[in-house]
């Protein structure tokens, strides 16, 4: 079936660093990908999407481009706050089932 | 326009009682649903409902949990007969849409924390 793979967390970087979290994916069909944020006691935001190949999501300095010949859609930041300390969870839809599918989620802690 | 609204946010119960979770979708919004995200894990899909109907319910446990979205009201999450491995945050999440859109954008509540003692 489908599903998302993320690299593990915890992940702590100091803030201005450059954030990547990678993720992989497996589908039958052509999913749609997004990245969701869950800061400290939240529930989930999106954060940006992507609905095919090549397309590039983008939003709060955050960027994903979905990429079907590796089946990835890494999450990259320029330049971190610590206000982005959350979780964040890769994860698609596919439109034939209509289920988000989630990946394990990557903590990110962002340190003065 | 109003987000999804969970309620109540936390929900405490003793082992036996049963657990009921509300959740109104976002205004115009007819498909709903349930996610539930264990301590130290990823959200797991449970169950999408339309409105009187459910539709898929392959991620939820055959025993005690059940699903609802009337035709009136919020969709209601219940949980007969709690255990201790209940406890879990459940997520209620909205879209426009089901099959066929062009994407399934779902929007999602603040969730309800259940704590079973």
């Known amino acids: 079936g489908d599903s998302v793979t993320q690299m593990e967390g915890p992940v702590t970087l100091s803030e201005e660093a450059f954030l990547t979290i990678n993720c992989t994916y497996t589908?039958?069909?052509?999913?749609?990908l997004f990245w969701y944020v869950q800061y400290p006691g939240e529930g989930l935001q999106l954060l940006l999407k992507a609905t095919k190949a090549d397309d590039k999501g983008s939003n709060k300095g955050f960027e994903a481009t979905y990429r079907k010949e590796t089946t990835s859609f890494h999450l990259e930041k320029g330049s971190v706050q610590v206000s982005d300390s959350a979780v964040y969870f890769c994860?698609?839809?596919?439109?034939?089932?209509?289920?988000?599918?989630f990946g394990p989620g990557t903590s990110l802690s962002v340190i003065p | 326009n109003a987000g999804v609204m969970q309620n109540p946010r936390h929900l405490v119960r003793r082992r036996g009682q049963e657990a009921r979770l509300r959740c109104s979708p976002m205004?115009?919004?007819?498909?709903v649903y349930w996610y539930r995200q264990l301590p130290e894990e990823g959200l797991k899909f449970m169950v999408y409902l339309q409105k009187e109907n459910i539709i898929d319910e392959s991620g939820m446990p055959k025993e005690r949990f059940s699903a609802e979205f009337p035709k009136e009201g919020p969709s209601i999450l219940r949980i007969q007969q709690v255990v201790r491995g209940d406890s879990a945050a459940y997520f209620c999440?909205?879209?426009?849409?089901?099959?066929?859109?062009?994407?399934?954008?779902?929007?999602f509540g603040p969730g309800t924390r259940l704590t079973v003692l």
């Open positions: 589908a039958t069909g052509y999913p749609s």
């Open positions: 999440a909205s879209s426009l849409e089901g099959t066929g859109a062009t994407y399934n954008e779902q929007f």
């Open positions: 205004k115009g919004h007819s498909h």
């Open positions: 994860a698609l839809s596919d439109r034939m089932n209509d289920k988000v599918i």
